[in-house]
């Protein structure tokens, strides 16, 4: 069971736009800490995708953006393209500064 | 550029020991505050323990505390990760991971190193 919540899966046809949410508590997100967001494309290593809940490192397009409220955070993405298949991790911190990530969220690109 | 390259994974009898290392190149580890991140097949991320920046503080997931051991060597550029009283629970890639400062974001990852714990 993770500390943080993300659905399973979700799915999209080229070109539509897709969220993944990201519930936590008032002990992690819910206490203030920065949610980040990581995109793990099969048999690689994640990759940062969002930073500090809302930027986006150099590099990363656009069509990538997020948002947090409370103890929840969202990664939206716009715009669908086939290479944005792939596991999608949300991560945060506790009040002891140990990581906590979500379960992960696959990727269909329909 | 920046590299992190793990190493010493592999197959280990339950009950067993094994050390694994990272090795830092292109960023000035010293400044930086480094995890250890493993993924068990098929399976998401899970954290496992963090080490500041000189190496004075360390945390653990509870899965493991008591059984494995985060250290550095900043003149070596080098983190580490021991690993006693392995179960088959601990298998898993484990990945290594350098975090921002600034923002707490693992800005950095190494390909991982594969733990297999079996008989």
């Known amino acids: 069971q993770s500390v943080l919540t993300q659905p399973p899966s979700v799915s999209g046809a080229p070109g539509q736009r897709v969220t993944i949410s990201c519930t936590g508590s008032?002990?992690?997100?819910?206490?203030?800490?920065?949610v980040h967001w990581y995109q793990q494309l099969p048999g690689t290593a994640p990759k940062l995708l969002i930073y500090?809940?809302?930027n986006r490192p150099s590099g990363v397009p656009d069509r990538f953006s997020g948002s947090k409220s409370g103890t929840s955070a969202s990664l939206a993405i716009t715009g669908l393209q086939a290479e944005d298949e792939a596991d999608y991790y949300c991560q945060s911190y506790d009040s002891s500064l140990r990581g906590v990530f979500g379960g992960g969220t696959k990727l269909t690109v329909l | 550029e920046v590299q992190l390259v793990e190493s010493g994974g592999g197959l280990v009898q339950p009950g067993g020991s094994l050390r694994l290392s990272c090795a830092a190149s292109g960023f000035t580890f010293s400044r930086y505050w480094m995890h250890w991140v493993r993924q068990a097949p098929g399976k998401g991320l899970v954290w496992v323990s963090r080490?500041?920046?000189?190496?004075?503080?360390?945390r653990y997931a509870d899965s493991v505390k008591g059984r494995f051991t985060i250290s550095r060597d900043n003149a070596k550029n080098t983190l580490y990760l021991q690993m006693n009283s392995l179960r088959a629970e601990d298998t898993a890639v484990y990945y290594c991971?350098?975090?921002?400062?600034?923002?707490?974001?693992?800005?950095?990852w190494g390909q991982g190193t594969l733990v297999t714990v079996s008989s």
């Open positions: 008032s002990s992690n997100i819910g206490a203030g800490y920065d």
């Open positions: 500090g809940n809302s």
């Open positions: 991971a350098g975090v921002s400062y600034s923002s707490g974001s693992f800005d950095y």
């Open positions: 080490i500041n920046s000189d190496g004075s503080s360390t």
